[in-house]
């Protein structure tokens, strides 16, 4: 069973995340396999050694380990659900606690002075705050002038006006923060804020998050069990027409951070 885990989710698409337990990755999961997406993510990122970065929404610090082992960044590991000392733990286990900080933060309340990082990365995350019109212009402002922002979410081929009939025996109301590439492209743009290197549908994102369920189901329970018993039933009928996983990378463009009506109550007070 432990070989089958191994060899169902070793990809040669993702050679440094199949070095990892599966085990280890599947008894702190949150949502899909996310060193896949941080692996997939970090191809479109100039990722070097000591560089800082803001791993925001890391749920339990995977994904932030991830980057400091393999790209020997610094992370700084944001999380509202999760626990700093709860993630210290598999950061001393993991041997990155030089490498990588967990702190507890709320995604609209960061605790940085401006340009602290040279990357910001939200997996499987930033839908659940970046999708208002005035976040990336208040994210923004932690990323060094050329700093990137890059996040993979769960998204959408295209966009919807209400939940497709084939789908809709699955459909839960918060599905509305899954968005399509172009959607993310325009958020971004429209800003004037930064560059948009990339927004994309990760290819073959509909299989490997099916892979993912069908190869962790028997090991899953209570919530997990649930999500990935109707995420299975759901993805197949969906037949790769509508989900995946949305990619968006972007370039901060300068460091002039408070012009327009986005007031920052730093500066105010
Ligand atoms: C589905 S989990 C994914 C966690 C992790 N990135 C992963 O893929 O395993 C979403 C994470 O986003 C975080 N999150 C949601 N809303 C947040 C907010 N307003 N501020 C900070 N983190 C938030 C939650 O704490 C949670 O850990």
């Avoid at 990082?117 to 208040?138: C, E, N």
């Avoid at 809709?168 to 509305?176: A, I, N, R, S, V």
């Amino acid at each position: 069973m432990t070989e089958d885990l191994k060899t169902r989710l070793a990809k040669p698409r993702f050679p440094r995340s199949s070095q990892y337990d599966p085990y280890w990755i599947v008894d702190n999961l949150m949502g899909p396999h996310v060193l896949w997406l941080a692996e997939y993510l970090a191809e479109k990122l100039p990722l070097r050694p000591g560089m800082r970065i803001l791993d925001l929404g890391c749920g339990k610090g995977l994904s932030s380990i991830f980057f400091a082992k393999e790209f020997g960044v610094h992370v700084t590991a944001a999380d509202l659900w999760i626990k700093p000392h709860d993630n210290q733990r598999r950061i001393d286990a993991a041997g990155v606690a030089d490498r990588v900080t967990p702190i507890l933060a709320e995604a609209h309340a960061l605790p940085f002075a401006h340009s602290s990082f040279d990357a910001i990365v939200g997996l499987d995350a930033y839908q659940y705050f970046g999708t208002d019109d005035l976040y990336l212009g208040y994210i923004a402002k932690f990323l060094k002038p050329g700093g990137h922002i890059g996040i993979v979410c769960p998204g959408l081929k295209h966009e919807i006006a209400e939940p497709p009939a084939h789908l809709k025996q699955w459909w839960e109301w918060d599905f509305c923060c899954f968005h399509s590439p172009e959607w993310w492209r325009h958020h971004w743009a429209k800003t004037g804020l930064v560059t948009v290197e990339a927004a994309e549908l990760m290819p073959d994102g509909h299989a490997l998050w099916l892979d993912w369920y069908r190869a962790t189901l028997h090991l899953l329970k209570g919530f997990h069990l649930d999500a990935a018993t109707s995420g299975i039933a759901m993805l197949e009928a969906d037949h790769e027409q509508l989900f995946g996983f949305t990619c968006a990378v972007a370039r901060a463009k300068g460091g002039d951070w408070i012009s327009g009506n986005a007031l920052d109550i730093d500066e105010v007070l």
